[in-house]
């Protein structure tokens, strides 16, 4: 735990703690776990992983004790201070570990607009989320904070409906309740210490944002090759999914003819490839990207 270390908390179980580890590894980071399973350490660069309570990652971050953290947009919104001065700064949305905080209710309850929820108590761990949820919609609702399992609230005659995290929705199913309306969509970020960086970690850090840029967007972009009449280019590149300028290429010996390379960002289907042939183009070849930066 030297100072010349880099420091990224992460939770230490639930929802993200696999996943936020299965990143840092896709960006080259070799980990080693501690006796304790309390810290991991990067053995191919200066950085030590903090597993730590979800709830506790905006603090660290926010206070600078921690140089980076892996968390829900949802704790942090919910943590975030008035001011927002001392707030942890979301650096990227990491693609994993979407859900949404959502007002849900028992089946039977005739819900008609965020109005139905006047004077009504509501139960949840984000108090502050739900408050200013409710003084947006000008509704005049109790709060009940819990500190968790609020799913039971309605049975136990604490509250009639529920402000929670919705991801498969099999919580509420199994508890008889329905979501009436969102109040927050949420991810899993990458948030850092507010004000610069420590210099002696700086270089580090730019490394790991970099990197975790090049593991996202590489994941699920593909890189598409085959050969097209030059006449055709102009429709390709309409077809091509989320593919920025291609790649033309003269072929040897045609004049007629080019080969056409792209990194495309969205998922390319059959279909993508048939309207491809029907263009003009052969040889069509579909590659998964291992790294990009
Ligand atoms: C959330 C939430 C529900 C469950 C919903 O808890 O409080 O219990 O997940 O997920 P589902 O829609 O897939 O059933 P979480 O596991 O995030 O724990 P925490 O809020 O106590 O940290
Ligand atoms: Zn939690």
């Known amino acids: 735990m030297t100072q010349d270390r880099l420091h990224i908390a992460i939770q230490k179980s639930g929802r993200l703690a696999e996943k936020s580890l299965e990143l840092i590894r896709s960006a080259g980071f070799r980990l080693n776990r501690s006796a304790s399973d309390l810290t991991y350490s990067v053995e191919n660069a200066p950085i030590d992983l903090w597993c730590v309570r979800d709830d506790d990652i905006p603090t660290f971050v926010g206070d600078g004790v921690a140089d980076f953290g892996i968390v829900g947009r949802n704790v942090l919104a919910e943590r975030a201070s008035a ?4 707030d942890p700064i979301e650096v990227m949305a990491l693609g994993f570990g ?5 007002i849900a209710a028992p089946e039977s309850f005739a ?8 004077g009504l108590r509501v139960a949840t761990t984000y108090p502050h989320l739900l408050k200013r949820f409710l003084r947006e919609q000008n509704i005049d609702a109790g709060i ?19 402000c929670d995290l919705v991801s498969t929705g099999a919580t509420l199913e199994a508890n008889g309740l329905k979501a009436l309306t969102t109040v927050l969509e949420s ?10 960086m420590r210099p002696q970690v700086a270089q580090v850090g730019e490394s790991v944002v970099a990197r975790f840029r ?7 972009a593909k890189y598409v090759m085959m050969n097209a009449p030059r006449s055709a280019l ?3 590149a309409e077809i091509l999914p989320g593919a920025g300028g291609p790649t033309v290429t003269p072929l040897s010996g045609r004049d007629d003819a080019v080969a056409v390379h792209a990194v495309c960002q969205e998922s390319v289907f059959w279909e993508t ?3 491809l042939k029907a263009a003009g183009a052969s040889a069509i070849l579909v590659l998964p990207i291992e790294k990009m930066m």
């Open 214 to 220: 090049g593991v996202i967007a590489s994941q699920g």
């Open 83 to 86: 001011s927002g001065a001392d």
């Open 234 to 236: 102009a429709r390709i």
């Open 187 to 196: 991810e899993a970020v990458l948030v850092r210490a507010p004000g610069p």
């Open 111 to 118: 819900y008609d607009g965020p109005k139905s929820l006047q």
């Open 273 to 275: 490839l048939e309207e």
């Open 144 to 162: 009940v904070t819990m500190r968790g399992a609020v799913e039971v609230a309605p049975r136990l005659k604490l509250a009639e409906a529920i």
């Open 98 to 102: 979407r859900c949404s905080l959502r």
